[in-house]
């Protein structure tokens, strides 16, 4: 297996291999990785779920994750779509558990919440409707701004299918979100 300078093939392989010598797994190579992605990955849950706190504990999900699947990297790929694939399948994750905790409380948003709130609760609810296969695809394109090719990489599909999935996400969210025409007082 080749390794070009600075790729998770060289920091991951299991266990890595420098000048024909073998040696355990390094260490600082979760730090390497998370330099590398980690404010990528950051942003891309803090612009999908709009809130730090939670954003960074589900990067260091993330991480963790990438340490416990370094086996399991498939050097094929590129190290943004392996790292992006685990952060996906960890917001696809979250999201499970916020629909089940919604549909177990039964939570209604109140009115009494500021519009910004209001709004973001509304795309929130919005995502959660749409089919998985499209929210995933969506988030990972207008969020993460991962090309439709990494896409498909990330996803195990084709290009075709991301783009068409994207514009279904694209016009179910803007059907979710327009308000309904007005209708004039007589």
Request: with cysteine; aromatic share 6%; net charge neutral.
């Amino acid at each position: 297996m080749e390794s070009r300078p600075g790729s998770i093939v060289r920091l991951f392989a299991s266990p890595p291999v420098i000048d024909s010598v073998t040696v355990p797994f390094p260490p600082d190579a979760a730090g390497t990785i998370a330099d590398a992605y980690g404010s990528a990955v950051r942003g891309y849950f803090h612009r999908a779920l709009g809130r730090r706190d939670l954003a960074e504990d589900l990067t260091q999900e993330v991480f963790v994750r990438v340490v416990r699947s370094a086996d399991r990297y498939d050097a094929r790929g590129r190290d943004r779509a392996w790292v992006f694939t685990i952060a996906h399948h960890v917001l696809l994750d979250h999201f499970r558990r916020r629909a089940a905790q919604l549909e177990e409380s039964g939570d209604v948003i109140e009115r009494s919440v500021p519009a910004t709130q209001e709004l973001r609760a509304s795309i929130e609810q919005a995502l959660l409707r749409l089919p998985e296969d499209d929210r995933n695809v969506f988030l990972l394109a207008e969020l993460a701004g991962l090309s439709y090719a990494e896409i498909a990489v990330t996803c195990h599909t084709t290009h075709a299918a991301v783009r068409s999935r994207v514009y279904r996400a694209r016009l179910a969210l803007r059907a979710a979100l327009t308000p309904p025409p007005r209708v004039p007082d007589p």
